[in-house]
């Protein structure tokens, strides 16, 4: 069974730095594709940043490009996302998707990040 | 960025009703378009890909279809398990974007 566990949301001031986790299990994580995608009521879903299966090639949307790192530990089949200079804006749940996996593209939960002064 | 327009806003249904969703994008994405539903509290599940696919373990009363830039998810027999919010996603151009939803409620 495919799973994936986000952590390290929490609630944090304008400016902060936050790094979240995604433990993969059930999957050959090494050979997948892996993205992350946000949701806030706001502005609804926005996908932020993917990454190739050795970590070689990433892309990121313009609003986190440059304050924002995907990458990946393949041999603990884990995902990260590094979240610097934070804003208001970047409130938001976080969302660890594979790739299409046998006709599925997985999500985990979603792990909540709160900007707030 | 392609910007995905999906109509109507809000749709009030019927169990049992024939529903059709809409979802324009601003250029070309060819078929790279794929349909997701989200009950609250959940993530998204994935529904349809490649403009007319469905993903392992979707019902076939769901099916999507394209002409040019406006794709359609259609429900045939809405069941109750289907009232919830749908987005469209296109993964033909970086960045990768979705429509706004259509919320499916009961009429």
């Known amino acids: 069974e495919v799973q994936l566990v986000e952590s390290g949301g929490d609630v944090l001031q304008p400016g902060g730095s936050l790094r979240l986790s995604c433990a993969a299990s059930?999957?050959?994580?090494?050979?997948?594709?892996m993205n992350w995608v946000r949701q806030d009521p706001g502005t609804g879903l926005a996908w932020l940043s993917r990454t190739s299966s050795d970590g070689k090639n990433v892309f990121y949307v313009d609003s986190v490009k440059g304050r924002f790192t995907i990458s990946r530990d393949n041999a603990k089949n884990t995902l990260y996302l590094q979240m610097n200079s934070l804003r208001a804006e970047d409130t938001a749940v976080y969302y660890c998707?594979?790739?299409?996996?046998?006709?599925?593209?997985?999500w985990g939960q979603g792990t909540p990040v709160t900007v707030s002064s | 960025d392609i910007v995905l327009t999906q109509s109507p806003a809000t749709l009030s249904v019927s169990p049992g009703e024939r529903v059709t969703l809409s979802c324009r994008a601003s250029?070309?994405?060819?078929?790279?378009l794929a349909w997701y539903q989200q009950k609250p509290g959940q993530a998204p599940r994935l529904l349809i890909y490649d403009a007319s696919t469905r993903a392992t373990g979707v019902p076939a009363r769901f099916s999507g279809s394209e002409s040019g830039t406006e794709f359609t998810l259609t429900v045939s027999s809405l069941q109750s398990e289907d009232f919830a919010v749908y987005y469209c996603?296109?993964?033909?151009?970086?960045?990768?974007?979705f429509g706004q939803g259509t919320k499916v409620e009961i009429k």
């Open positions: 998707v594979t790739d299409l996996i046998g006709g599925v593209s997985y």
């Open positions: 059930g999957f050959t994580f090494r050979t997948s594709w």
């Open positions: 996603q296109q993964s033909n151009n970086w960045p990768w974007t």
């Open positions: 250029q070309s994405v060819r078929s790279n």
